[in-house]
């Protein structure tokens, strides 16, 4: 029965499906010690992938942290995202269309194709005063 405490806040899935903001020790810490939310088996909480910001309650967890220590040491990893952003330039710009989430650019057209004019319509008479 793998449990954790949290250390610092987590997003998890309940058991019904639901995602909740979850406080850990940090966000807790007027508190007093060690009132991350308790969150695994036996919780409302589940726990899909550990993080190393998750304080192993039992063995089972313990080996869980301990596999993905492992798993992040081998992959040269980290656990924040933005640290894994490669330095190099990356093909965003290239694919997506700067402002509209989601968007990928067309395919380009090969070399010596025909570019299409949009089609414009005649705007009306200004009014005169």
Request: glycine share 8%; charged share 35%.
């Amino acid at each position: 029965m793998a449990t954790y405490r949290l250390r610092i806040p987590h997003e998890l899935e309940t058991n019904d499906g639901q995602r909740l903001w979850l406080p850990g020790d940090v966000t807790n810490e007027p508190l007093g010690d060690e009132r991350g939310t308790i969150v695994g088996d036996g919780t409302p909480y589940r726990v899909r992938w550990p993080t190393l910001e998750m304080i192993p309650l039992d063995d089972e967890a313990r080996a869980a942290i301990r596999k993905e220590q492992e798993r992040l040491d081998i992959n040269q990893g980290t656990m924040n995202p933005i640290e894994a952003l490669p330095i190099n330039e990356d093909d965003y710009e290239e694919r997506y269309v700067p402002g509209m989430e989601g968007r990928q650019r067309r395919p380009p057209r090969p070399d010596g194709a025909p570019i299409r004019p949009r089609p414009t319509t005649p705007l009306p008479p200004r009014p005169t005063r």
